[in-house]
């Protein structure tokens, strides 16, 4: 089935440090790609996504291109800001697998606290 | 404003009752979703539906019951014999270009 890795937190930056967070992906066909965020107590913001290969996903600042050669969604942004502190969440959602009814298939997120 | 919304924001349960999470949509999307979300291990799907009166169980559908009787509504019940019952619970909607917009959440915590 589906699955999502992603970087195992918390990451810890310091403000207008430079941020990645590294996802990569298994799947049976070819998977549309998210970056969720979820601010404390919150539900999920869709922060971009990509739905086709080399696609670039961007908002915010932030950016994750699309790698199939690699399977790979990673979201960087240049200068992280206190109010990035959240956790993000990398997703797929893959129509060609059977049954899947475009579910979104999560990763276990990543926490990121950024200090003034 | 369109969006989800999702009451009660806390629920306190006791062992051996069932209690029922609310979410009601006014985007006017036919897919509803339920996922559980634990510390640490992201957001795992409980019960979905593509359309009023149809309904199918996820990847973590025991012990969990819902209904579709309206488009607006998808309200998911956590029966007495789901075992782990505490944990923050998510409803989402999806609009025909994939996107899936969340509710706010409901935390559960069994006493």
């Known amino acids: ?116 | 404003d369109g969006g989800i919304t999702q009451s009660p924001k806390y629920l306190f349960r006791k062992e051996g009752q069932n209690v029922t999470l609310s979410c009601e949509q006014n985007l006017n999307h036919d897919a509803m979703y339920w996922y559980r979300q634990d510390p640490g291990q992201g957001l795992r799907l409980i019960y979905y539906s593509q359309i009023v009166n149809d309904f199918q169980k996820g990847d973590i559908a025991e012990g969990y019951s819902v209904s579709r009787e309206k488009k607006e509504s998808f309200p998911l019940t956590v029966t007495s014999a789901q075992k782990n019952p505490t944990a923050f619970y998510l409803c989402a909607s999806r609009d025909r270009y994939n996107e899936q917009f969340f509710g706010p959440g409901t935390r559960l915590t069994v006493l």
Not at chain 1, 14 to 42: D, H, K, R
């Open chain 1, 1 to 116: 089935g589906d699955s999502v890795t992603q970087m195992e937190g918390p990451v810890t930056l310091s403000e207008e440090a430079f941020l990645t967070i590294n996802c990569t992906y298994t799947a049976t066909g070819y998977p549309s790609l998210f970056w969720y965020v979820q601010y404390p107590g919150e539900g999920l913001q869709l922060l971009l996504k990509a739905t086709k290969a080399d696609d670039k996903g961007s908002n915010k600042g932030f950016e994750a291109t699309y790698r199939k050669e690699t399977t790979s969604f990673h979201l960087e942004k240049g200068s992280v800001q206190v109010s990035d502190s959240a956790v993000y969440f990398c997703a797929l959602s893959d129509p060609a697998f059977r049954g899947s009814n475009y579910k979104l298939t999560f990763g276990k997120g990543t926490l990121l606290t950024v200090n003034p």
